[in-house]
């Protein structure tokens, strides 16, 4: 497919949480890469988890169940989630997909780690 971007996942810690941004084309492909670097982060037991998807120009089922893994895996160990998509695409996949109704979205970063500090402790 002409235009295809690959994803690439970074990873970094903020006083709040561990982000987990990601960029480029979250599909069937791709998928995968986001749900392996967000697991290994979760086995270390992080305070919260930022996904950021701001970066993101497509947004698959596949990337959508990796989020929704992600909403189950978060609320088994306890962890806050933020979610960070100001971008059409993905607020529109997540909106569809009726995910925004188990999770927040986030426009920032700065935004989601707001919202982090704002939840009773656990």
């Known amino acids: 497919m002409?235009?295809?971007r690959t994803l690439t996942v970074?990873?970094?810690t903020v006083p709040e949480a561990v982000v987990v941004a990601?960029?480029?084309d979250l599909d069937l492909g791709s998928a995968p890469v986001l749900?392996?670097?967000?697991?290994?982060v979760l086995k270390d037991r992080p305070g919260a988890l930022i996904v950021d998807l701001d970066d993101i120009g497509f947004c698959?089922?596949?990337g959508l169940?990796?989020?929704a893994e992600l909403v189950a895996a978060t609320q088994d160990g306890g962890v806050p989630l933020?979610?960070?998509a100001g971008h059409y695409p993905v607020v529109r996949a997540v909106r569809l997909s009726r995910l925004?109704?188990?999770f927040t979205l986030h426009a920032t970063v700065d935004d989601a780690c707001d919202w982090i500090r704002r939840q009773p402790e656990r």
Not at 35 to 40: I, N, Q, T, W
């Open 2 to 4: 002409t235009g295809e």
């Open 10 to 12: 970074r990873v970094r």
């Open 22 to 24: 990601a960029a480029g």
């Open 35 to 40: 749900r392996e670097r967000a697991r290994a």
């Open 60 to 62: 698959g089922s596949a």
């Open 65 to 67: 169940q990796v989020l």
């Open 82 to 84: 933020a979610v960070v």
């Open 100 to 102: 925004d109704e188990v």
